[in-house]
Every structure is written in structure tokens, then in C-alpha cells.
């Protein structure tokens, strides 16, 4: 849906025509090569890392810019036109089923790029850890369904990953980059999270207002077990007062909707087995098996009322199509950093080994889908 204020994401269904796809193709395998010949496979990762340069990348090659399905095709497309012969650059994952078969094709694709074993595992470890963390660190309503890593042989990696809200019928996106990566995968760690839609109840673990929280976890499953599973039971009956009257203004509760419910089923094998591993740090007890959801958000409930951590229950999405109008939440799109973007592009489109019509025909798409985006763009 386009309207003058915003841009949605709406679950799309269908196919885009072979004609299209095979268009697609050749402009998005030409437009690949010129950023890669000019300024490498690390620029190219960092321009895919980027949501607004994705969504504007999308646009050029000839799909819905405002459709979730825009994500899926212009991976598969550059599945399909990007490689290692020409580009410098290997792709692993998509849509459903594919989404899980990365951890088999990263080792695969990086050995025929010769790289070493640490860099393979190093790429391994990414993409289950950006996986596991959009799916249970960051809690907000968004199933994972897309899942694609992008990375050179240096080493280097962007993964772009998509979510559906079933109930709305909306998309999320979230976008990685490695250089933002310093020493953890749990601070603000994603380059972009791009969304119509803003929450006003969203449990994010990598925020820096949640590291207490973080601390105070590790603690709780590094003690005793059955005091920890005695706490968490306690919780979960139902008594006269709720979380919400421990922890909030019930007027500001209402006017939010806020709902802070403790897990009713969590399984305590699991956190027994915790006990037993000892996690050294967040990271560590993120990555147990049995690790989800629930029980992260049991714990961190758990942190916050008893322990009176802080916690970041804000929306972490970094990129809103709102552009100035009532809320303009989180932010409206920096119009300087969506310039830099579009020149970038353009640059690529007009240095790319295609016919002058092609690129006029992409030009023109840009052009017009930008004004969409952003009314009185170039006026």
C-alpha cells in the first residue's frame, strides 16, 4: 500500500515473470561487478548490509519496492547472477527451506574458495547467531522465514534476514554487517532493521539497556537450579496483583497495551543443563541448544523484577518509511544518507556493462519510485 506518509511492507504473493527475472539478472550481475571492480567485495557487503541502499537496489532491478516479497527475489536474483568467478562473492540461504541449509553450504562454497578452517567456522557461528538472535533476543512478533548470508573469502559477511507478523501480515527486515561486530553479537549489533511498522512491546537482549539484564541471566543459570526453577514457578501463579502493577503506572500500562507475561511453559532439562555448561558470558548461553524465546524471557522478567535490572523493552527498528509527518517514529529517513545512497547507485548503473536503454530504463525506475518514497525528491 502507498500512501504519501509511509511504506509497507504487505505479504505479496506470486511470481515475478521469467521475462522480468532474466532483465533483473543481467542488471543486477553488471551493477555488482562495476562497485566490486571499483571498491571491492567489502563495499559491495556493506552497500547490501545497508536497508535503504537494499530497498533502493530492489527498486532499480524492477520490483515492488514496497512488497516483502522484494527481499526474496533480489536474493534469489542475485543467487542467481552473483558468484565467485566474477564477483569475489558466495551466497548461501533464501526463503523457507533454504533459509536452513546455510550451515551445510558455507563450508562447501568457502572450500572451493580455499579458505581456511577458522574462517569457515568463524562464518558458521555468524550465521547461527544472527539467526538464533532475531528469532529469540529480539522479541517482537516477527517469525523468521528468509535467511541469506553474503561473504568474500577474506572472510567478511552481510546476512540479511526477513520475519512475518502473522497477525498483521506484515515483513521485518534485519540487516548484519561483520565490521560492526566487535566483540559481541548482543550489543546493537544489527546495521539496520527496517519496518512500517513501530511496537510498543518489544524485548530487545542487544540493546545497551538490557547488558544488566545480560549480567544478572548469567548469573541466575550459573547458580542453583532449583532455586532458579522454584523462582520462575512463583511467577507463574496467578496472584491478586501482576506484573504490570509491580513494574508500571497501570495508566500508562493501559495507554501502551503493555502485556509482561512470565512463560507458562518453559523446560527445565534445559535449564539444568545450563548449570552444567556454565555459560562464561550472554553470547555463551545464547547458543546452548534449547536456548529460545521462552526462556530467555522468563529470565530476563526474572532479572528486572527481582534483581530490578534494567531491560530494554523498546522497538529496535532503525529505519521507518515515516518521513515527517505526526510521529515520524522511530525516526524519518536521514534524507542526506539516502542522497549518498541513490549517487552510489546511480554511479554503478551508469558504469555498468549494459546498453544505454537498460540503463536509461533503470534510471527512470529509480527516479520514480524515489518520489514515492520521499514526495518532492529532486524538486
Known sequence: ???????????????????????????????????????????????????????????????????????????????RS??????????????????ISTRSQI???????????K????LVYADKMTAKIDNSAVQDGYDLYHHAIFFDNNGDWAIIQQGMNSDIKMARRYHWISDRIYTSFLSEPHSGII??????????????????????TIDLVNGNPNNLISSIKKLQIPTSKTMEDWMFDQKFVRKTNLSYEMPRHLNWKTVKKIYDIQPRNYDEFVTIDGVGPSLIRAL????????????????????????????????????NTFDRSIRFLKGAIEGGEISWEEKRTALKRLSSNLRLILPGYGQ
Not at 521475462?19 to 571499483?38: Q, V
Open 1 to 79: 500500500m502507498i500512501n504519501s506518509s509511509s511504506i509497507t511492507l504487505p505479504l505479496h504473493h506470486g511470481h515475478p515473470p521469467q521475462y522480468l527475472l532474466a532483465r533483473m539478472k543481467k542488471l543486477a550481475f553488471s551493477i555488482s561487478k562495476i562497485i566490486i571492480e571499483d571498491q571491492g567485495t567489502g563495499e559491495f557487503l556493506k552497500r547490501l548490509a545497508d536497508p535503504l541502499w537494499f530497498q533502493s537496489f530492489g527498486c532499480v532491478l524492477g520490483f515492488d519496492w514496497h512488497s516483502s516479497g522484494l527481499t526474496t527475489v533480489v536474493t534469489g536474483v542475485l543467487q
Open 82 to 99: 552473483v558468484n565467485l568467478a566474477d564477483h569475489g562473492i558466495m551466497i548461501a540461504g533464501g526463503k523457507g527451506r533454504k533459509s
Open 107 to 117: 563450508p562447501n562454497l568457502a572450500t572451493v574458495a580455499n579458505m581456511n578452517g
Open 119 to 122: 574462517k569457515i567456522s568463524d
Open 195 to 216: 519496518c512500517d511498522k513501530v511496537h510498543h512491546h518489544v524485548l530487545d537482549m542487544t540493546a545497551h539497556d538490557s547488558t544488566e539484564t545480560q549480567k544478572t
Open 300 to 335: 530476563a522478567l526474572i532479572s528486572q523484577l527481582i534483581y530490578g535490572s534494567k531491560t530494554s523493552w523498546q522497538d529496535p527498528v532503525q529505519f521507518s518509511f515515516a518521513h515527517g509527518g505526526k510521529d515520524g517514529v522511530p525516526f524519518p529517513i536521514n534524507r
